[in-house]
Structures are given as C-alpha cells and as structure tokens.
C-alpha cells in the first residue's frame, strides 16, 4: 500500500494506492482534525454544510443500525448550520467513483473556508467525542472519506471488496479558501447582529451602491489579503443603534452611513 499526500497550493490531495495478493476488505482513510480558527473557537460553532441525504443511525456499540434520510432531522446539513457533536457516516450523494465535492465547512470567525472532495461513497463526521488528554472533544472535526462502516456485515453498502491480483485507488481533496465573510464580519462586529437584519443590511440601497459600485463588487473580502480597508456604518431597528463594522480586504476604500428600510 502507498499513500501520498501533495500540496498544491492551498489544496491538500490524499491518493491512496494499494494491490492485494489475495481476497481482502480494505478501506483506508485519514483522521485529520480541522479547527478553522486555529484553536480559538470549538468546533461546534463552526457552519457546514453537506451534499448528503442520507446517513447511517448506530447504536451503543457505534455500529450501523439503519440508512435513513437526513430531511428534517439533527443530520440535515443541506444548508449551513453549526455542526453540534454528533459523529455518523453519511453517503455521499451522486456517488460515481469519480471526485466529487461532499463537505463545504467555514469559520466566521476568521472568514476561513475548506470544501473537501472524494471519490469515495461515504465519509464519517466526527467532532471527536472520545478526545481526552492534550485535545477534548470539539476541538476539531474529521471528514474521514470511507465506505459505510460494518458493510461486510450489513446491507449497507458498498462492501470494500479488493480482489487478489487487483489494485485500488482512491483520491480525497482538502482545499483551504476564504469565505464571502461579508456577513460574517457584521455578525462578529460589534453588537453582533442578528442574521434578519445582516441580510437586510446587506441588501438595502445604501449598501448596494457604496462608492457607486454595487454590492457584491464591493462588500467581499479579498483572498490575498492586500487590498484596503472600508468602513460600513448602519442604524439599526427603532433603537437606532449605530454599528460600525470594518472590513480588512475591500478593493474599495470609503465608508457610508444609511438606515434599515
């Protein structure tokens, strides 16, 4: 067996290789922990979000009971939300044998983002709950790409078969980025606002035409972290609270004042 990882860029890519002399089960993975705030935050503030509909329930020996759909449950990560602590395997949705995007997570925190890829059918979330000593659980989060746990022995599948003579490979992709941290920036400002009333920030005139450019030209943050520095001033609700929010990389200096319609 051989794996080998290559850093591209901000891309972390894992390419597994093995070759089997005779008839074996044979799932390898990786058990990185990712904390997006460098440590400052536990992981369960960071969002997700998951291109799963289905994952496998366990029981107290942590072994799949049932698949089930993840609509309208804890395990529903169609659209980003926290992740909370739980740890189980979800299939991975339009599974080909081909790389495919599964996981985007971000911290708002620090506008920092990782979309993860594989060519696996499954992967396991887990927030690590059974952590103790230098690390405690929700000190980070693994995406551990794999085939659905127990499935030689369940009709959960796929069962990872590798014949005598045959060889398997696979690749997952880890890719760092930054986020659009617009709204997270006005939630961490500040007052924290609430998310209602970012959005109706984020989308009154005011905000659309600072400096006579439209908004998503102007309220972004900037990958390489160069560019200048602008100021987005607003009143907010029949209190009339005043918030200031400073974004660190506008390609747009100038600040604005305006109001909630």
Known sequence: ????????????????EVRADGDTLCCLTNHSYFNLSGGREKIY????????SAYLPVGDDCLPLSRDRT??????FAEFRPIGGDSNSFDIDGFNGRLRAFAELCCDATGISLAARTDRPAFQLYTGAFLSGAYAPGDGVC??????????NTPFGPVPLLRGGETARSVTEYAFGSSD??????????????????????NCPFAKNMEGRKRHKTIKASSDGTDTKADFIAKHGPSSRLFRVKFSNIKNEGQTKGHFP
Request: no cysteine.
């Open 1 to 16: 067996a051989r794996v080998t990882y290559l850093l591209d860029g901000r891309t972390l890519r894992i390419a597994y």
């Open 45 to 52: 503030r960071h969002r997700l979000r998951l291109s799963s």
């Open 71 to 76: 609509a309208g449950t804890r395990f529903d």
């Open 143 to 152: 995406l551990e790409t794999q085939y659905p746990p127990n499935a030689v």
């Open 181 to 202: 941290t617009a709204v997270s920036a006005i939630r961490h400002a500040k007052g924290r606002l609430h998310m209602q009333s970012v959005k109706k920030a984020l």
